[in-house]
């Protein structure tokens, strides 16, 4: 089993009620943090689940826990359920984004030991996985007082050393951070550049080479990756791909899959 991929089957539908959303593209409503979306039915499924996109909830079919959700329910809290023991809620909640936080880092942590170039840094990436590890392990009390900004910001060099790495014979441009909105990118050599955290959001990158680039936190909803090239890309989530438009002709890193909601070739 991978526990860094969400087993909805196994959570408490947390995301559907400690998370805040606010009326927008993304979400068709306005839902305060603490309160069950009013989609949530009895038996924590969504009731609205085969239609999101259709209702205005597409927010939603990107969300990613990346396991946090489970590991909360099922370890942190021992199967015990915020309806069943509404006292839970004080602690179950925030502690989502705690232990999502983990999570996350942790998958970047695993992604990043599997890159060939990384061989100099693998150990200590292992390390930094193994503690990260542990701190799921705690109890929700030790969560809630844990400083993850503080652990991410002795991790993240680690992942960008890991990155440069990875990308050093086919370094491209330098987006990291940048305001790439609606951008064209049609067909650009952008292998080995970095993306991280740059706003895409509406850019289009038909037919580009992103090969070897790093897109760690890159915003891609609504960009448009039709027939390019991720085969190789950095840290690509399935979140992100899930947030963009491409179609078939899209190559994607073997552990992602091609969207439903994505188009046929033009």
């Known amino acids: 089993m991978d526990t860094l991929r969400a087993d909805c089957s196994r959570c408490f539908a947390l995301c559907c009620v400690a998370t805040a959303f606010a009326r ?3 979400f068709a409503l306005d839902k305060p943090a603490g309160r069950a979306c009013p989609n949530l039915a009895a038996d924590f499924r969504c009731g609205i689940h085969t239609r999101l996109r259709d209702e205005g909830f597409p927010g939603c079919t990107v969300y990613d826990c990346f396991g946090a959700g489970q590991q909360l329910s099922q370890v942190t809290f021992g199967g015990r359920d915020w309806r069943a023991e509404p006292s839970l809620r004080e ?3 925030p502690a989502l984004a705690v232990m999502r936080a983990l999570h996350e880092l942790l998958w970047y942590l695993r992604e990043a030991q599997g890159f060939p170039a990384a061989r100099p840094v693998r150990a ?3 390390r930094a996985f193994e503690e990260t590890e542990a701190l799921t392990r705690l109890d929700a009390g030790e ?3 844990l400083d993850v900004d503080a652990h991410r910001g002795r991790v993240n060099p680690l992942v960008l050393k890991a990155s440069e790495l990875a990308r050093a014979g086919t370094r491209g441009p330098d987006h990291r951070g940048g305001d790439l909105l609606g951008k064209r990118f049609r067909k650009a ?3 080995g ?3 991280r955290g740059a706003l895409a959001i509406g850019a289009d990158f038909t037919g580009a080479d992103l090969r070897e680039a790093d897109v760690i936190g890159a915003d891609l909803r609504g960009a448009n990756l039709s027939g390019a090239d991720l085969s190789t890309s950095l ?3 399935q979140s992100q791909v899930d947030s963009a438009t491409g179609d078939k ?3 994607l890193p073997p552990r992602l899959e091609i969207p439903r909601h994505w188009g046929a070739p033009a």
Do not use: H, I, V, Y
């Open 143 to 145: 969560l809630l007082e």
């Open 249 to 251: 002709r899209t190559l």
């Open 189 to 191: 050599n952008l292998r």
């Open 91 to 93: 602690r179950m909640f």
């Open 235 to 237: 840290f690509l989530t």
């Open 124 to 126: 200590k990436l292992a």
């Open 193 to 195: 550049a970095s993306l």
């Open 24 to 26: 927008s593209a993304d």
